[in-house]
């Protein structure tokens, strides 16, 4: 005689979640957002947190980085490339030296007043030298793998654009105008803040990991002159916030309806945060304009201010 398949239990860290799955470990329900993929089925986040089961792998490292975190290594190879055309277009791979393409790539607030925009987005992919680029894609990668597994492809690239965003317009509204800054450092600012909001609301092992991070590159942000504060800052504010947003999936049942929800939530969340920064870009624009035609040259195509001279260092972002 068989016996009838048990029914769902509450998940025991959302009790507001009915599931049928269970750690292979400890044997607690757990709900999707409380699993961790183990050799065999799932385990709970405290079992999860224990070193995972080393496996063969019949892949290089390369492939497998692609295949589970396809955005982080698109991303990290997107700045790789782009500092590669630099070099050959003049940057050197030692200094902070503004190579020919580069200068059209850093964020540098007359220009962007003078309609150079893009110089928002494009900065976060100007590096100024190897160590630079070098230390953003490390800690790219770090944070980036599992943050992107734990959160998906489309909200970890929405993350890390708009934390990318907000940093330059931080940079744009607070620091002399005058600077040239660029890096990537705005965009994964903004994912560790995103990482240890969400980690402190799900509870994760993670969270001491991620704020050891924090703390560890904010001090050598007010540390070591030339490095962009208000970027880092600036980002890792917007990526706080967005984590925050993503948060709220914690408390939301994991139904079709629910689902739909929490992703239209997720959107007009998302969008609102880009419209801010859309409004005091524009603001600090119009402000830009008024003070260079008082006090300094006019914005205009005909008479765009010159690029700081490459002898001083521009700040890193």
Request: aromatic share 8%.
């Amino acid at each position: 005689m068989t016996q009838p398949a048990p029914g769902p239990a509450p998940c025991y860290r959302h009790p507001d979640r009915p599931t049928y799955i269970r750690c292979v470990r400890c044997d607690r329900p757990i709900c999707p957002d409380c699993m961790r993929p183990a050799s065999v089925g799932f385990q709970c986040p405290e079992e999860g947190s224990a070193p995972p089961v080393r496996t063969v792998r019949d892949s290089s490292s390369l492939q497998a980085l692609a295949r589970t975190a396809p955005v982080t290594s698109a991303l990290i190879a997107a700045n790789l490339v782009v500092f590669v055309v630099f070099v050959i277009g003049g940057s050197g791979l030692t200094n902070s030296a503004i190579g020919t393409l580069e200068s059209h790539a850093v964020q540098y607030s007359p220009l962007i007043a003078d309609g150079q925009w893009y110089r928002i987005l494009s900065a976060m992919f100007a590096h100024f030298g190897i160590l630079h680029v070098a230390s953003n894609m490390f800690v790219l990668y770090v944070i980036g793998v599992p943050l992107e597994r734990q959160i998906g492809r489309v909200r970890f690239f929405a993350v890390y654009l708009l934390a990318g965003i907000g940093g330059g317009v931080a940079t744009y509204l607070f620091a002399n105008p005058l600077a040239v800054s660029g890096g990537a450092s705005g965009a994964i600012f903004g994912l560790l803040g995103a990482y240890a909001v969400i980690a402190r609301r799900l509870r994760s092992a993670q969270l001491g990991s991620v704020m050891g991070t924090i703390v560890f590159n904010l001090v050598i942000t007010f540390a070591i002159p030339g490095i962009s504060i208000t970027d880092h800052i600036g980002g890792l504010v917007v990526g706080a916030v967005l984590g925050a947003v993503l948060a709220l999936d914690a408390r939301i049942l994991v139904r079709s309806a629910a689902r739909a929800r929490r992703l239209l939530v997720e959107a007009v969340a998302f969008v609102a945060v880009l419209v801010v920064l859309v409004g005091v870009f524009a603001v600090r624009t119009h402000e830009l304009r008024d003070r260079y035609q008082i006090h300094g040259p006019l914005i205009s195509a005909e008479r765009s201010p010159a690029a700081p001279s490459a002898a001083a260092p521009p700040p890193a972002g």
